[in-house]
């Protein structure tokens, strides 16, 4: 789906940004805690292919690269360590060093501004998200667990209008409801750990900060007195059964606000690691894929049940994907090379997709039934990695694109989900 004057109606941004300058009609300027000036633009680019977030500050001697936080409509939380100073190699930047910026990418009217005191606060970048208000106010959220008990938060708000923080102790005064089947307790579910945030709006602002193993945890922020509530997401029953480590969730499950429901995507691998073969860029024993799938379910209640969700709307088996011959045979195509890859014919191309390793599914925004998903050739967090977009409906990998080398193979964090405000 396009939008006026073709630009893209949803968004992928790369969560690792850029240093350099890549001026446009989306540039915005600023000025650093320091007294430096900052030049930030954004590259859309229409998905699969990631938008890129490009930092560009001359006086400064030293600029790490960006990191994008979170993103909703036109608006970019990130963090960077910028510095007037030589900084020795050894550094390692932490999250008082950086400055922290909101970015309004509009392109009739880019802002970009500081928040100076973010950065002591102490949030992690997964605790953090965005309430968008109207054409030029915005709410930033971070829901922190309670120092005293896993059964408090603290919530931390900050509105543009006063342009100052706010804390409250938060009880969860609906918790989600009891599991539906038996869990151990040596799992991690019995307690929320924050994987992302979502924006779902509406009058009193909602939010949910999503453990994807578990749950959520909707909060309405821009009431006098917020509370919290749980709603339940289903279990990763596989993971249960077999008595497996859960791991890092978004490696597995995605979730987003699609045409005003809850969408939720769950990637099942069947895979084994080889211990005796540990790879010397990752340090992770590589990975054997034997197959996966990947199933989706919606909820449009948010009500605290699992029966909310159902059963999976669609299961999509690896061995189904349809695969066009043009796709595979296209130079810039290299996933599916055949010349690389020494792919001959279609059962060829079929082991052979069986095989990727595949992670961090996401919903397409534009309720098309459309995932995107990473893919590597042999091994997990490679550092060549490629984005699908995978249509669930018709089976069909509708297009891919090389995502390029990220700079951390053991970082997988790789793009960030939204629709531009003027879609929205």
């Given at each position: 789906?396009?939008t006026?004057a073709?630009?893209?109606?949803?968004?992928?941004?790369?969560?690792?940004?850029?240093?350099?300058?890549?001026?446009?009609?989306?540039?915005?300027?600023?000025?650093?805690?320091?007294?430096?000036?900052?030049?930030?633009?954004?590259l859309?680019?229409r998905?699969?292919?990631?938008?890129?977030?490009?930092?560009?500050?001359?006086?400064?001697v030293?600029?790490?690269?960006?990191?994008?936080?979170?993103?909703?409509?036109?608006?970019?939380?990130?963090?960077?360590?910028?510095?007037?100073?030589?900084v020795?190699?050894s550094?390692?930047?932490?999250?008082?060093?950086c400055?922290?910026?909101l970015y309004?990418?509009?392109?009739?009217?880019?802002?970009?501004?500081?928040?100076?005191?973010?950065?002591?606060?102490?949030?992690?970048?997964?605790?953090?998200g965005?309430?968008?208000?109207?054409?030029?106010?915005?709410?930033?959220?971070a829901?922190?667990?309670?120092?005293?008990?896993?059964?408090?938060?603290?919530?931390?708000?900050?509105?543009s209008?006063?342009?100052?923080?706010?804390?409250?102790?938060?009880?969860?005064?609906?918790?989600?409801?009891?599991?539906?089947?038996?869990?151990?307790?040596?799992?991690?579910?019995?307690?929320?750990?924050?994987?992302?945030?979502?924006?779902?709006?509406?009058?009193?602002?909602?939010?949910?900060?999503?453990?994807?193993?578990r749950?959520?945890?909707?909060?309405?922020?821009?009431?006098?007195?917020?509370?919290?509530?749980?709603?339940?997401?289903?279990?990763?029953?596989?993971?249960?059964?077999?008595?497996?480590h859960?791991?890092?969730?978004?490696?597995?499950?995605?979730?987003?606000?699609?045409?005003?429901?809850?969408?939720?995507?769950?990637?099942?691998?069947?895979?084994?690691?080889?211990?005796?073969?540990?790879?010397p860029?990752?340090?992770?024993?590589?990975?054997?894929?034997d197959?996966?799938?990947?199933?989706?379910?919606?909820?449009?209640?948010?009500?605290?049940?699992?029966?909310a969700?159902?059963?999976?709307?669609?299961?999509?088996?690896?061995?189904?994907?349809?695969?066009?011959?043009?796709?595979?045979?296209?130079?810039?195509?290299?996933?599916?090379?055949?010349?690389?890859?020494?792919?001959?014919?279609?059962?060829?191309?079929?082991?052979?997709?069986?095989?990727?390793?595949?992670?961090d599914?996401?919903?397409?925004?534009?309720?098309?039934?459309?995932?995107?998903l990473?893919?590597?050739?042999?091994?997990?967090?490679?550092q060549?990695?490629?984005?699908?977009?995978?249509?669930?409906?018709?089976?069909?990998?509708?297009?891919?694109?090389?995502f390029?080398?990220?700079?951390?193979?053991?970082?997988?964090?790789?793009?960030?989900?939204s629709?531009?405000?003027?879609?929205?």
């Amino acid at each position: 789906m396009a939008t006026e004057a073709g630009r893209p109606a949803s968004l992928l941004t790369a969560v690792e940004g850029y240093v350099g300058d890549r001026s446009n009609e989306r540039t915005a300027t600023g000025i650093t805690r320091k007294g430096l000036s900052i030049k930030v633009s954004l590259l859309a680019n229409r998905p699969p292919q990631p938008s890129k977030l490009w930092v560009h500050c001359p006086e400064a001697v030293h600029v790490d690269t960006p990191r994008v936080l979170c993103t909703a409509g036109d608006l970019i939380l990130f963090r960077v360590d910028v510095s007037p100073d030589c900084v020795p190699d050894s550094r390692f930047s932490m999250r008082q060093d950086c400055d922290y910026f909101l970015y309004r990418a509009d392109p009739n009217s880019p802002v970009l501004t500081l928040l100076d005191d973010m950065r002591t606060r102490g949030f992690e970048d997964n605790e953090i998200g965005i309430l968008p208000r109207g054409l030029h106010h915005y709410t930033i959220a971070a829901l922190l667990p309670g120092p005293l008990s896993f059964k408090e938060f603290v919530l931390h708000l900050f509105h543009s209008e006063t342009s100052s923080w706010s804390s409250m102790v938060l009880p969860v005064a609906e918790p989600q409801v009891e599991f539906d089947c038996f869990i151990p307790t040596n799992t991690d579910l019995y307690y929320h750990y924050t994987s992302n945030v979502i924006t779902i709006g509406g009058e009193h602002g909602t939010m949910g900060w999503v453990d994807l193993w578990r749950g959520i945890l909707l909060c309405d922020v821009l009431r006098e007195k917020p509370t919290l509530r749980g709603i339940p997401l289903p279990l990763p029953m596989e993971h249960i059964t077999a008595g497996k480590h859960l791991g890092r969730a978004m490696d597995c499950r995605g979730i987003a606000v699609v045409n005003g429901r809850l969408k939720l995507v769950h990637l099942d691998i069947n895979a084994s690691y080889d211990i005796n073969i540990i790879d010397p860029e990752t340090e992770h024993p590589t990975m054997l894929v034997d197959d996966w799938a990947i199933s989706s379910w919606s909820n449009s209640t948010l009500e605290n049940s699992y029966e909310a969700w159902g059963e999976p709307e669609c299961t999509v088996q690896a061995d189904e994907v349809a695969i066009k011959t043009d796709m595979i045979s296209q130079p810039t195509g290299m996933l599916l090379l055949p010349s690389e890859e020494g792919v001959e014919n279609p059962e060829q191309e079929a082991a052979y997709f069986q095989r990727l390793v595949m992670s961090d599914p996401s919903p397409s925004l534009d309720g098309d039934g459309v995932v995107y998903l990473i893919a590597a050739k042999e091994k997990s967090y490679d550092q060549k990695s490629w984005i699908l977009a995978l249509d669930m409906n018709t089976k069909t990998l509708q297009s891919v694109v090389p995502f390029g080398t990220v700079e951390d193979p053991s970082d997988p964090v790789v793009y960030c989900t939204s629709r531009p405000a003027s879609n929205t």
